[in-house]
């Protein structure tokens, strides 16, 4: 029980270095560029606070830094909330980044010097035995890591995870210092999480009615609502809108005038109430994908009750899934169509549609007018029988293809006997047939060809 405090020390410090980096995502627009200003802020405030616990010897010092670390969190989460309306940034707005930097070390400061405290007190508290500090807060880390990603994350939204690291750390400060008193700062947190969502309502934009904000684990999804119009971010950067006709109709109206026979259709994200549009069409099927089910459901009640019955139209499929590696996974042609229904590349995550390699693998799924012109030939001149739509590497596995027509001889094993290039009389395929039930096809394919 003596490693307790040092292993929840190490849990309670990555949950909350998680917390603090996603809102910082959300608020500064999720650029990958806010992951390394947080963390570089992190390690060198940390430090700091490292560096002035080590001067500190106080018995009590390291029961104490827990109390520091329980009161300083929820703070924490809730001023770098606050960071926009009280810095005078709009939702979707990019913040510069010299304020991004300065907002950063901020918001984060106190909490970090406190975290930054406890290792040099967890050293003294174990008998200056620094490498099993080391370790056992290693362990706390990597457990906290893994509850984060498989228990919380989607599941409990930020700031009751604030809460509940700071009663844990206050738990812990009394079984560190077994004082009573510091039982009732456990009141402290519930006060702080229920003052803190008051207070986040304060901050509201002038003529914008706020609707809904859920996490998942994908990131923080903000519904804001000016006059008539639903306005759907995700962390802070600007989805989509409903309803928004003229947008939807130039999303799906355009791609289709380019491929106005495309029967299959791949759809990557943005509004699901672009689907609408493209059921106009007679499409045989829509794919639709998005990875944050979260996010899908929001979408859907947003939408209309028309609006939805869309979504569950026998040809409409939704896909919760990786879009780039969906795309990535298929084998053979699939679509006549892909729209990428996403905002601009601002951030590396959405960058990775607008790159040379995705453009290739979308090519690869891509239907290169081939069943889109195929089938409907097949429909005009009445051909019901089996069709196989082929490619280089269906050629090379019947031995290659050198003229049309082709014509395979398959004896009832399976076996390929025989293959003749050109025309034939039709006698020919009705002694094919007769020597089919003789079970002498091989025979008959060497007398055709002498002949021939």
């Known amino acids: 029980m003596i490693y307790l405090p040092v292993i929840l020390m190490g849990v309670s410090s990555i949950v909350l270095q998680i917390l603090c980096l996603r809102q910082l995502l959300s608020t500064f627009s999720g650029n990958e ?140 400060s009394f079984y560190l210092m077994r004082k009573k008193i510091v039982l009732l700062l456990l009141i402290l947190p519930v006060v702080l999480y229920m003052g803190g969502t008051g207070i986040m309502s304060l901050f509201q934009y002038e003529g914008v009615e706020f609707v809904k904000r859920a996490e998942s684990r994908y990131g923080e999804i903000t519904v804001l609502k000016i006059k008539d119009q639903l306005n759907v971010y995700s962390s802070e950067k600007f989805l989509f809108s409903y309803p928004d006709h003229q947008t939807e109709e130039t999303k799906a109206h355009f791609p289709m005038s380019i491929q106005p026979s495309a029967g299959k259709v791949l759809i990557v994200g943005g509004s699901p109430a672009v689907i609408r549009e493209f059921l106009k069409y007679p499409v045989d099927r829509i794919d639709f994908v998005e990875i944050d089910p979260v996010l899908m459901g929001i979408s859907r009640g947003l939408m209309s009750m028309d609006d939805r019955e869309y979504l569950d139209n026998k040809r409409v499929k939704l896909l919760h899934t990786d879009a780039r590696s969906y795309i990535k996974s298929q084998r053979s042609p699939q679509y006549d ?25 979308a090519k690869s799924a891509l239907d290169k007018k081939g069943a889109s012109v195929v089938k409907p030939f097949l429909k005009k001149n009445g051909i019901t029988y089996l069709c196989l739509l082929g490619d280089e590497r269906t050629t090379e596995d019947f031995g290659g293809i050198r003229g049309i027509p082709t014509t395979f001889i398959i004896d009832r094993k399976g076996r390929i006997v025989g293959k003749l290039v050109g025309y034939r009389d039709k006698k020919v395929f009705e002694d094919i047939n007769q020597e089919s039930a003789n079970r002498n096809l091989e025979a008959l394919y060497q007398k055709i060809i002498k002949e021939n």
């Not at 969190?73 to 980044?97: D, M, N, W, Y």
């Not at 939204?157 to 700071?166: G, S």
């Not at 169509?337 to 549609?353: D, F, K």
């Open 337 to 361: 169509l892909i729209v990428l229904n996403i905002p601009e590349p601002s951030t590396a995550n959405i960058n990775r549609y607008y790159t040379r390699e995705f453009f290739e693998e």
């Open 33 to 172: 560029l806010v992951i390394g200003i947080t963390f570089a802020v992190w390690l060198m405030i940390v430090s700091l606070g490292s560096f002035a616990g080590s001067r500190i010897n106080s018995r009590n010092a390291f029961g104490l830094s827990f109390i520091s670390v329980a009161l300083v969190s929820q703070f924490t989460i809730i001023l770098i909330k606050s960071v926009r309306p009280v810095a005078g940034f709009e939702l979707g707005e990019v913040i510069p980044l010299v304020t991004t930097v300065g907002w950063t070390v901020l918001s984060m400061a106190v909490l970090c010097i406190a975290i930054g405290i406890q290792f040099p007190l967890a050293v003294s508290y174990l008998k200056e035995r620094a490498p099993e500090v080391y370790s056992f807060e290693a362990a706390g880390a990597f457990a906290g890591g893994v509850l984060f990603t498989f228990l919380f994350a989607g599941r409990m939204d930020t700031y009751t995870l604030a809460m509940i690291a700071a009663v844990i750390n206050i738990l812990v």
